[in-house]
């Protein structure tokens, strides 16, 4: 089996071919992303692996398709860069690894929010410059304060019960409710409007589909609380970011701790830090003091990386072996 990736960074190269050693495969790893324009690169190859922000829409799968090109390993959770009924039509099945580890994206998304609270990134920046004055160092506690999960599958129970550590109340909204894990942990679920209005804290851990596309937007914010915090390590597009910003700039919420954005195709992965960033709002984003970003590397722990390459290649053996395909999306 020929595999191709897409979008590899050097801890994909490093983790996969170690892992490779028990499967063999013949692997060709790129740096650049998957597009109309890249698509190329996958002729002579049998199976295409890829990453959040490769574009595998109409046109590239059908560009793969014509390659004889069946099978897409997605070597993260989400799909939502995926068209898979086009993927469907054409006969290409997309495989991917649901929970590869759910506490390393939760934690991170405590982590921003605690360095967002405490001004973090200000004093280290003051430390590390031997000036240890603490004016306008003052932050926030968590405790007593009530935390909202938007979306309480694997990483929002796990986010919950972080901010349950801190001594949070916890409310939680969900189009599933699960019903029994509120009861055992004290949770209780609200309707959406509830959740923008009650919460300190929303942290978001939805997909991004259709029905959640901008989900944080205007309205919602206006129904914010004026001092509300919201963590979004799932999707950039949950969020209407010129929304975000334009609420941040008047003061209509506290503060964003973000790890995805909804432009980020364009700059994460990327160093840009010498070039000029034509996207004027996350420009700004990163201007604002209670504004807290990372490039999209929640899931990027060591666990997590070896549960992926495992997962990937478990996958792509089983699509091999022509055995059922449990982590298979439609
Ligand atoms: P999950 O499938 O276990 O949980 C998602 C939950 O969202 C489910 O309970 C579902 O019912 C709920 N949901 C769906 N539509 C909703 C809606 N309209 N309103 C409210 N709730 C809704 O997924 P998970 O493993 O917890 O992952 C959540 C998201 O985190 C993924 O979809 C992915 O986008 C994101 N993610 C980000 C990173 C990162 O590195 N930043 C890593 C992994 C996953």
Not at 177 to 184: C, I, N, P, S, V
């Amino acid at each position: 089996m020929r595999i191709i990736f897409y979008s590899a960074e050097i801890y994909d190269k490093e983790v996969f071919t170690k892992v490779n050693e028990k499967f063999g495969y013949d692997i060709e790893f790129y740096e650049c992303c998957l597009d109309r324009k890249t698509a190329a690169k996958a002729r002579d190859f049998d199976v295409v692996c890829a990453f959040v922000n490769d574009k595998l829409d109409e046109k590239v799968l059908t560009i793969l398709s014509s390659f004889g090109i069946q099978l897409v390993a997605m070597r993260c959770a989400g799909y939502d860069n995926v068209n898979t009924e086009i993927a469907n039509e054409l006969g290409i099945r997309i495989v991917r690894v649901p929970d590869y580890s759910p506490y390393a994206v939760a934690e991170h998304g405590a982590a921003l929010l605690l360095a967002l609270i405490r001004k973090l990134p200000q004093a280290c920046a003051r430390a590390k410059n031997m000036n240890f004055e603490l004016g306008g160092l003052v932050g926030r506690e968590l405790h007593g304060l009530t935390a909202g999960i938007l979306g309480t599958g694997k990483i929002g129970q796990i986010m919950a019960s972080i901010l349950r550590g801190f001594g949070m109340n916890i409310i939680a909204h969900d189009i599933i409710e699960d019903t029994k894990w509120a009861k055992e942990n004290d949770v209780k679920y609200v309707d959406l409007e509830d959740l923008w209005q009650k919460s300190d804290v929303i942290s978001i851990h939805c997909p991004l589909t259709v029905e959640t596309r901008h989900i944080v937007g205007h309205a919602a914010i206006r129904s914010m609380k004026n001092n509300a915090i919201i963590v979004n390590v799932s999707r950039g597009a949950l969020i209407d970011s010129k929304a975000l910003l334009h609420a941040l700039k008047d003061g209509q919420i506290g503060g964003a701790a973000l790890d995805v954005y909804e432009g980020e195709k364009e700059y994460f992965f990327k160093d840009w830090s010498t070039k000029i960033v034509e996207d004027d709002t996350l420009s700004r984003l990163m201007t604002l003091p209670n504004v807290i970003m990372t490039g999209h590397q929640a899931f990027l722990t060591d666990n997590a990386l070896m549960n992926i390459a495992n997962t990937t290649l478990e996958n792509i053996k089983g699509f091999e072996n022509g055995s059922e395909l449990q982590n298979e999306v439609s």
